[in-house]
């Protein structure tokens, strides 16, 4: 039996769904398909209009049709004064959180897609003039549109597939997982993020890791050197594979030369500081490594910092490799 799977897009950008498409493989439908997974509706992928999308909801409802995962992309609109009103679902009048409380109520699996749909994310941010929130969160706090004890049809609270957009892997293995029946609470972290990419950081991989170890920092947007000691990278903090996993199998934003920003977070949207710097205290970064103590970070700092050899401080502040590797003879004698 096929994983029936329907996508729904409330207060998002639609990005999610366009990093879906940028899936690694040159037949999307056919990937689904191998893997038992089913699409039964989404709003860009599928041909079927409106009132056949609001009989398939009423199907799902009455139970006529299974609904194995509802996959909700982007945050809840809760306003105004509570009413959902401030996003309806065309042709039906009535508030999508309604929709998204009544289909949630019957789904086997209930997924956020992007972290708008798992925390509340960009749509959040500010003021929140629409009362936006997550699914189950909002920011960090749990509770959001279906509340802290929700727990979908097989027994999982709802699955956060965080990120700004969120990485088309993760969508397509969290899904092949749930059509396998091989995703347990235990691979939920503790946000209920997948594990198999909320263990990793992205600074695993970056390939500025050799500026960091000797805290080779970048002082302009165009340098190699490291970003995260001027301009406000957080890869050492955020839980992703972006390093490793790469977009479009060739990048990241580190890779193109962006700071990471913790986009599977909660919060990410409003830091309290420029996304492009890094906030400091007495000249040491606030936003330190996750795991370190911060009388050692300064140790090291201090230290790695004295050891640099020439090469890579030099490259550090260049957009292009100044200094080569010296080449040394590597036979063993
Ligand atoms: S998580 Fe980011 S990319 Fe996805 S819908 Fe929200 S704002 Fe757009
Ligand atoms: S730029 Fe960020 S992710 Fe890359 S090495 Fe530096 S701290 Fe780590």
Redesign the pocket.
Known sequence: MALNVLWLQSG?????SM?LLCADTTDFPALLRSNGIRLLWHPALSLAGEQDLIQLLERCLAGQLQLDALCI???LLRGPQGTGRFHRLAGTGVAMTDWVRRLAGVAAHVVA?????AWG???TAGRNPTDACGLQYEDDQPGGLLGTDFRAGAGLPVINIA????HPGWVLDTLMMLAAHQLTEEDLDPLGRPRFYADQLVHHACTRNEYYEYKASAAKPTDLGCLMENMGCKGTQAHADCNTRLWNGDGSCLRGGFACIN?TAPGFQSPGHPFHITPKLAGIPIGLPVDMPKAWFVALASLSKSATPRRVKVNSHSDHVVLPPVARKTRLR
């Open positions: 998002g950008c639609g990005g999610c990093s992309e982007g945050a897609v992007g972290s708008c749909a994310g960009i749509t990120g700004c957009p969120t986009c």
